[in-house]
């Protein structure tokens, strides 16, 4: 698949970090599996992933955490 961010790169399986503003936290979360383009880094992660994310998220953000790190 090619990157729909810098349109030259291509995007290949790997892990990545997501990390994310939400309200008055910062959240990371670490070794998220994605599709990582090889040109610019923008990563792309499909349904089941992003929901996995916002899971750990929210969980973490009403643990009343203010840094979250998190492991997939
Ligand atoms: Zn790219």
């Given at each position: 698949m090619i990157c729909v961010?810098?349109?030259t790169g291509v995007c290949?399986?790997?892990?990545?970090h997501f990390s994310a503003?939400?309200?008055?936290?910062?959240?990371v979360v670490k070794n998220v599996d994605?599709?990582?383009c090889d040109n610019c880094?923008?990563?792309y992660y499909d349904a089941p992933t992003s929901?996995?994310?916002?899971?750990?998220?929210?969980?973490?953000?009403n643990?009343?955490?203010e840094v979250?790190?998190?492991k997939v």
């Open positions: 961010i810098c349109k290949k399986p790997g892990k990545t503003f939400v309200k008055d936290a910062f959240m994605a599709m990582i880094g923008e990563a929901d996995q994310i916002q899971a750990q998220v929210e969980l973490a953000y643990n009343t955490a979250e790190v998190m």
